[in-house]
């Protein structure tokens, strides 16, 4: 299934996606990680989260499309 949003521009994508890591970055339990993993999933997809999860670079991130 893919992703339920569709950004405006690559700006809009790249700063909520910016947001999305800073709050994985900043979990410290398994049920931080959960909680920011609810919130963003529909709008940009499991294997994205996955990847800023492990650490991935924003620009690996978004050039890994689809």
Do not use: C
Not at 17 to 41: C, G, M, P
Not at 53 to 60: M, N, V, Y
């Amino acid at each position: 299934m893919s992703p339920t949003t569709t950004f405006k521009s690559p700006e809009e994508e790249r700063t909520y996606l910016t947001s999305v890591k800073s709050e994985l970055d900043n979990a410290q339990t398994k049920a931080d990680v959960i909680d920011v993993w609810k919130r963003h999933y529909l709008t940009i997809g499991h294997r994205k989260l996955g990847r800023l999860l492990l650490g991935r670079s924003l620009d690996e991130v978004l050039k890994a499309r689809g």
